[in-house]
């Protein structure tokens, strides 16, 4: 799907047992690709690279619960993509306990990240520019990603619903400021792009989030 002007076009892969939105974000030009969270599914992620031949160069991590985060190893092996995630949710990378996967039996790690991304962060690449949200509530460390006129607001916000916050480290006060000041304040036309569900829009949701008023 085309959503913009500029060198970027977006796949959402919705895969895996929790039904994660993964979103590849190419240059149809260079064919060079970001992938923006990573499922278990990862044979479906690197099958779509495949077909687009395309080469994926960073893997960002809204967060670093489990289910975005369990295909981190393997794609990273297959494709040298560099792993960025930022600072406050690194420790979830290591620990199954945190990213929850313990919970499910599995003891999920991830290799380390190649970078951290805080505040006021781009990532570039080949033309595209995501600009680095941190959106904490859901996680401490939880970001966001801003291109033209859409946000990856990974589990910040859902259609007429927001991110869990009965996990360790979850805040939902903060997560209800983060929705507030970082995601109602960008234009209305935005469209969120988010980890789970249906796409929506800011101005959907301050109409009719019944968990955050706008
Ligand atoms: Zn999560
Ligand atoms: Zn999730």
Do not use: W
Request: a negative charge.
């Amino acid at each position: 799907m085309t959503r913009t002007d500029n060198p970027m076009k977006i796949y959402a892969l919705t895969l895996g047992m929790f039904m994660v939105n993964n979103y590849l974000v190419v240059n149809p030009d260079t064919r060079r690709a970001i992938l923006i969270d990573a499922c278990e599914d990862y044979q479906s992620i690197l099958r779509q690279l495949d077909q687009l031949k395309a080469e994926l160069v960073y893997l960002i991590n809204t967060h670093g619960h489990g289910d975005h985060i369990a295909g981190n190893g393997a794609i990273i092996e297959r494709t040298g993509a560099k792993l960025m995630i930022h600072r406050l949710d690194e420790p979830f990378l290591r620990d199954p306990n945190l990213n929850m996967s313990a919970l499910l039996g599995v003891s999920l790690q991830s290799p380390p990240p190649d970078r951290f991304l805080e505040e006021g962060d781009v990532v570039e690449m080949d033309g595209i520019r995501l600009q680095v949200l941190h959106t904490p509530g859901h996680t401490p460390g939880h970001i966001s990603l801003l291109a033209d006129g859409v946000a990856f607001v990974g589990d910040v916000i859902f259609r007429e619903s927001i991110g869990r916050t009965d996990f360790p480290y979850a805040s939902h006060e903060q997560l209800v400021e983060t929705i507030r000041t970082k995601i109602y304040t960008l234009p209305e036309d935005t469209v969120l792009l988010n980890g789970h569900g249906p796409e929506t829009t800011v101005r959907h949701e301050k109409a009719f989030n019944p968990f955050v008023r706008g």
